[in-house]
C-alpha cells in the first residue's frame, strides 16, 4: 500500500518526465515546423558517403550547391521535405537509396544572422534572416528583389529604441549611383524596411524568351528596352 510521501514522490517524478518529453518534443516540432528560406545554413549528412555529406548555405534564389539538386527552390520547404527530395534524387542518380540520410539546421546557423521585416514592394515580403553584414541593399534581395514599382530613393528603415520607434531615409538608388557606404545605414535584429511604391502609369505584357513573362506595371517615364 503507497504510503503519502511514496505517493507524492512518485507524483512528482512522473510530471518531470512529462514535461521533459514535452520540452523534447516541442524542440522537435520546432524544427521540423521551421521552413527554409534563403542565408540558412544546413548539413546534409549520408550514411557511408563522406562525398555528399557537407553543410550548405541556401543561396538567395533558394538554391544550394549539391550534388543532382539542380535548380531546385527550396524556399519555404521544411527540413522533411528537403530531406525526401535528396533521398529521390540520390536514388535516381545513383541507382539505389542511400543507407540512411539527414538533413538539419548546421550548428551554427543562426549565430550571425539577424531577423528583420522586408514589407512594400518587393517579390517576397516577410520576416527573413540575413547575415547582419549584408545590410539594406542584401535584405531586399533576400526578399526577392524590387518591384518594377518600387521607390529606391523613399525606402524607409524602422527601428525600435528606448524612445520609441525611430524611422530612417534609406536612399538606395543615391548609393547605387555612388557608391557612397553613408547612404546606406546598419541593419538591426527587428529592423523594419519598406519599400514604398510609385506611381503606375500603364501596364505592360512581356512575353517570349523571357525567365518570367507576364504582366508587368511601368512607372512613368520609363523605357522597355
Not at 9 to 28: D, E, H, K, N, P
Not at 59 to 81: A, V
Not at 120 to 142: D, H, L
Not at 199 to 224: C, D, H, M, R, T
Amino acid at each position: 500500500m503507497w504510503r503519502v510521501c511514496d505517493l507524492m514522490l512518485f507524483i512528482r517524478i512522473v510530471g518531470s518526465v512529462l514535461v521533459s518529453i514535452t520540452v523534447i518534443f516541442s524542440a522537435i516540432s520546432y524544427g521540423q515546423a521551421r521552413r527554409i528560406q534563403p542565408g540558412d545554413r544546413l548539413t546534409i549528412t549520408v550514411l557511408d558517403r563522406e562525398d555528399l555529406t557537407r553543410t550548405v548555405v541556401v543561396r538567395p534564389d533558394g538554391t544550394i550547391q549539391y550534388p543532382f539538386m539542380g535548380s531546385e527552390d527550396l524556399n519555404g520547404f521544411t527540413l522533411n521535405r528537403l530531406r525526401t527530395i535528396i533521398t529521390l534524387q540520390l536514388t535516381r542518380s545513383l541507382g539505389s537509396p542511400p543507407q540512411a540520410i539527414d538533413v538539419l539546421w548546421a550548428e551554427d546557423a543562426f549565430l550571425d544572422q539577424i531577423k528583420v521585416s522586408v514589407l512594400g514592394q518587393v517579390i517576397s515580403p516577410g520576416v527573413i534572416r540575413v547575415e547582419e553584414e549584408a545590410g539594406i541593399q542584401g535584405a531586399i534581395t533576400a526578399a526577392g528583389g524590387l518591384l518594377p514599382i518600387a521607390r529606391q530613393d523613399d525606402i524607409k528603415l524602422r527601428r525600435l529604441t528606448n524612445q520609441g520607434m525611430a524611422v530612417l531615409d534609406v536612399n538606395l538608388a543615391r548609393f547605387l549611383e555612388t557608391g557612397d557606404l553613408s547612404y546606406l545605414p546598419d541593419l538591426k535584429d527587428g529592423d523594419i524596411i519598406v519599400v514604398p511604391g510609385g506611381e503606375i502609369s500603364s501596364l505592360v505584357n512581356i512575353e517570349g524568351a523571357v525567365n518570367s513573362p507576364g504582366q508587368y506595371p511601368v512607372p512613368p517615364g520609363a523605357k522597355v528596352y
